[in-house]
């Protein structure tokens, strides 16, 4: 009986309940710990699949509009192509229309320049008009003088000649009384019969 181990104290059984509870008590709030832990892991998770299922949307999304994107894509490219195509159709076009630009400027300065030129023309055209008005105009003035003058040599010879008729017919006269008083009564004289000749 000497040999047989010998029972704890009350104090020792008293620590060592102590010391369980304490570990129990760690062990407990370990588990919360845990608990928790595992909790908001959990929430994390389910975060996380929400999460990673708005980004399958978001990438269904992105792919439409990745493919949309790519046909509009293609869609400019061909209009770009075709663009081109009619670019380089209408180049020769463009360089006629370019030419003829050219040939119109050319034909417009040329025009200016003829235009310049008939107005000088014209002016000295318009000078000679003058000149030809105011020489026309001394030319009918002196027209209205020949004529007045031209007139008074009319007259002057009608004058002239009435004169001249009347001292003709006052000669024969003379010249008849003198062959009358000269050859007697009998002969007549050839400036009568002329006298008596009827004038045509």
């Known amino acids: 009986m000497d040999d047989a181990a010998p029972l704890p104290s009350s104090s ?32 994390i998770a389910e975060q996380a699949q929400r999460e990673y299922a708005d980004l399958c949307e978001e990438v269904a999304k992105l792919r ?12 400019a490219e061909r209009q770009r192509d075709e663009l081109r195509d009619e670019v380089a159709k209408l180049r020769p076009e463009v360089d006629r229309v370019g030419m003829l630009a050219s040939s119109a400027e050319r034909q417009r300065d040329e025009l ?3 235009v310049v030129m008939l ?3 014209v002016d000295r ?8 008005e105011r020489q026309r105009d001394e030319v009918r003035e002196e027209v209205i003088m020949v004529r007045a003058e ?17 001292l003709l017919g006052e000669v024969r006269e003379l010249v008849n ?3 009358h008083k000269i050859q007697g009564p009998a002969s007549a004289s ?3 019969r002329e006298a008596r000749t009827p004038h045509s």
Do not use: Q
């Open 112 to 114: 200016r320049e003829e």
């Open 12 to 43: 020792e059984i008293s620590g060592s309940l102590t010391k369980w509870v304490d570990e129990m008590l760690n062990v407990i709030k370990a588990i919360t710990t845990l608990g928790e832990e595992s909790a908001r892991h959990r929430a």
């Open 177 to 179: 009384e003198v062959a």
């Open 150 to 166: 031209n007139h008074r040599l009319r007259m002057e010879r009608a004058e002239a000649g009435e004169a001249a008729a009347k």
């Open 125 to 132: 055209v318009g000078h000679l008009a003058t000149s030809a």
């Open 119 to 121: 107005r000088a023309e």
């Open 64 to 75: 439409t509009e990745v493919d949309r994107i790519g046909m509009l894509a293609s869609s």
């Open 190 to 192: 050839p400036f009568d």
